[in-house]
C-alpha cells in the first residue's frame, strides 16, 4: 500500500500562483510513476501533469503547459505543482496518484490521495 497526502490548495484570484505538494509514504517504488489529476464539478478527472519516481521523465496536459511544472524532491518521496498564472477554469480538486506505468487515463492509477481544493476566482 501507497499512502499520498496532499497539501497546499486554497482560493487565490486570477494571476496567482500556487505550490501543491503531496507527500508519499509506505510501499513506495522507483517503478512508480506520479501524476497530478483534477476534477472540477459535473466535469470527469483529468489528467495534468506526471512525473517518473527518479524524475527523469515529465510531462504535462496542453491546457496547463507553460503555466504549470511538475518536480519531485525532499525526503518523503514528496511531488509538487507549481501553479503559475492561475485561471478561473484551474478550478477544482487536485489529487495526486501513483501508477505503475506512464499513463494519462486515471483508470491506470492504482493508489490516490484525498484531493485538495484549488479555487481562482476573477
Known amino acids: 500500500q501507497v499512502q499520498l497526502a496532499e497539501s497546499g490548495g486554497g482560493l487565490v484570484q486570477a494571476g496567482d500562483s500556487l505550490r501543491l505538494s503531496c507527500a508519499a509514504s509506505g510501499r513506495t517504488s522507483s517503478n512508480h510513476y506520479m501524476a497530478w489529476f483534477r476534477q472540477a464539478p459535473g466535469e470527469e478527472r483529468e489528467f495534468v501533469a506526471g512525473?517518473?519516481?527518479?524524475?527523469?521523465?515529465?510531462r504535462h496536459a496542453d491546457s496547463v503547459k507553460g503555466r504549470f511544472t511538475v518536480s519531485r524532491g525532499g525526503p518523503d518521496n514528496t511531488m509538487y505543482l507549481q501553479m503559475n498564472n492561475l485561471k478561473p477554469e484551474d478550478t477544482a480538486v487536485y489529487y495526486c496518484a501513483v501508477s505503475f506505468a506512464i499513463a494519462t487515463q486515471a483508470y491506470a492509477y492504482i493508489y490516490w490521495g484525498q484531493g485538495t481544493q484549488v479555487t481562482v476566482s476573477s
Open positions: 512525473i517518473s519516481w527518479t524524475a527523469e521523465n515529465s
